[in-house]
């Protein structure tokens, strides 16, 4: 998928995410493709609150969030609560969809240099 033109754009990958982005559209139902866009940002927050703790711990100038590590667990038990709320037809289109990501990044050859 990391087959660049001369000005180094992954022209494929642009396409493959075009082509499953308008799939997605078609389906016609946009409060199922909202909770998709939910779920996937509750599930992306879970690892920006833990590298919050993280760098809390290691000192890291301009990391440091009133309260401690209080601020990352609530948005964690956040994020977790509000996912139990998402149906089993997201859920099950996010892992499915995430397995496939997954797939092709470990089949790319592009990243075997």
Do not use: E
Not at 37 to 51: E, G, N, R
Not at 83 to 98: D, E, R
């Amino acid at each position: 998928m990391g087959k660049d033109d001369k000005r180094q754009v992954p022209w494929l990958a642009i396409i493959v995410t075009a082509v499953l982005s308008c799939l997605l559209f078609l389906s016609g139902d946009y409060i199922f493709l909202v909770s998709c866009v939910v779920l996937i940002s509750l599930i992306q927050y879970i690892p920006t609150a833990l590298s919050v703790m993280h760098f809390q711990k290691t000192k890291s100038p301009g990391w440091n969030v009133p309260g401690g590590k209080v601020i990352p667990i609530i948005v964690v038990l956040l994020c977790v609560y509000l996912a139990t709320g998402v149906s089993f037809k997201v859920w099950l289109l996010i892992i499915v969809m995430l397995v496939i990501g997954t797939a092709f990044y470990l089949l790319d050859d592009h990243k075997k240099s």
